[in-house]
């Protein structure tokens, strides 16, 4: 395990990483955002789902660093009482979960129907593409919104499980559109290269050929978008929290946090609002750099 990590730092990519000041600190702070997140049970001051372990007489108290604030609640407690800064570690948990529960669906959907359309060509490419343009011809936002809300409204007493299952769906079904278009156009290229002709003349299957030649030398713009398509997801999920169609009330995510502050925003009680808002612009702002690094990263024409 260190020699791999050894062998990864002296790479072209490693030296990139450890050459860019941007790339480490938006790294470190997707670290610790995805480290707080995952072991938010033991890392947690607080459980602030925990019904029995909530006081109204805490509630809507300010940061530990004002005059009317507690030492026990550092970033202060929500109407209800909870732990401002455990509530962000849970629900950085569940949206980090949407968000990469969507993105890895979305690479699936999307680098398949991409690799049969470049590939194989003909109507498949055509049906393909034209559905390609139909999802595109609708803001993605209003897309998620309809399939969310037509899945809430069907199964409005489904288990919390069946409701992030809508979400993820939701989520997905306007993510897959840009990696089909991606993986297609670097597939058309790499059809006519002088291996893969090869590997027809020596009867090696389409399929085969798809999985084991075209398919890892069509992955890198793709890690890229996916990286990048991870904060889309998270802002996704968040805007659908906000809007009350997305992670169920007893399991809130940032965005439901968000929403729950804002009612409390003009009244003075800035934290309930603020604290959740900056931890979703630290993590899709992380993944964004992490993003943009890795695309120059990658970029033979760049070294």
């Known amino acids: 395990m260190i020699s791999f990590i050894k062998r990864g730092l002296d790479s072209d990519?490693?030296?990139?990483?450890?050459?860019?000041?941007?790339?480490?600190?938006?790294?470190v702070i997707a670290f610790i955002c995805v480290f707080c997140a995952v072991f938010a049970p033991w890392v947690a001051p607080h459980n602030p789902f925990d019904l029995a372990t909530l006081e109204l007489s805490n509630a809507r108290l300010p940061p530990a660093w004002t005059p009317e604030g507690s030492s026990n609640f550092l970033l202060g407690t929500d109407d209800q009482g909870r732990d401002i800064l455990s509530a962000l570690m849970y629900g950085a948990r569940i949206s980090l979960a949407v968000g990469l529960a969507s993105v890895v669906l979305s690479v699936v959907i999307g680098v398949s129907f991409g690799l049969a359309a470049g590939f194989l060509g003909g109507w498949i490419d055509s049906v393909?593409?034209?559905?390609?343009?139909?999802?595109?011809?609708?803001?993605?936002?209003?897309?998620?919104?309809?399939?969310?809300?037509?899945?809430?409204?069907?199964?409005?007493?489904?288990?919390?499980?069946?409701?992030?299952?809508?979400?993820?769906?939701?989520?997905?079904?306007?993510?897959?559109?840009?990696?089909?278009?991606?993986?297609?156009?670097?597939?058309?290229?790499?059809?006519?290269?002088?291996?893969?002709?090869?590997?027809?003349?020596?009867?090696?299957?389409?399929?085969?050929?798809?999985?084991?030649?075209?398919?890892?030398?069509?992955?890198?713009?793709?890690?890229?978008?996916?990286?990048?398509q991870v904060a889309t997801a998270i802002i996704t999920?968040?805007?659908?929290?906000?809007?009350?169609?997305?992670?169920?009330?007893?399991?809130?995510?940032?965005?439901?946090?968000?929403?729950?502050?804002?009612?409390?925003?003009?009244?003075?009680?800035?934290?309930?609002?603020?604290?959740?808002?900056?931890?979703?612009?630290?993590?899709?702002?992380?993944v964004n750099l992490l993003g943009d690094w890795l695309r120059d990263a990658l970029n033979p024409r760049l070294r």
Not at 152 to 157: G, M, Q, S
């Open 13 to 27: 990519v490693g030296h990139s990483f450890r050459t860019s000041p941007t790339a480490i600190v938006a790294a």
């Open 128 to 228: 393909l593409m034209r559905l390609c343009d139909v999802m595109l011809s609708f803001p993605a936002i209003l897309i998620a919104l309809l399939i969310a809300g037509v899945g809430r409204a069907l199964f409005p007493n489904a288990h919390e499980t069946l409701a992030f299952g809508v979400l993820i769906i939701s989520i997905t079904l306007t993510g897959w559109v840009q990696y089909a278009r991606t993986v297609r156009g670097s597939t058309l290229v790499e059809r006519n290269k002088e291996y893969v002709q090869a590997a027809r003349v020596t009867g090696v299957a389409p399929l085969r050929i798809m999985r084991s030649h075209v398919l890892p030398n069509v992955m890198g713009p793709v890690l890229v978008l996916a990286t990048i």
């Open 237 to 286: 999920e968040a805007t659908l929290s906000f809007l009350g169609v997305g992670a169920p009330p007893t399991s809130p995510s940032l965005g439901t946090l968000i929403r729950v502050g804002n009612d409390y925003l003009f009244s003075g009680e800035w934290w309930i609002t603020i604290f959740p808002g900056a931890m979703l612009v630290l993590i899709a702002l992380s």
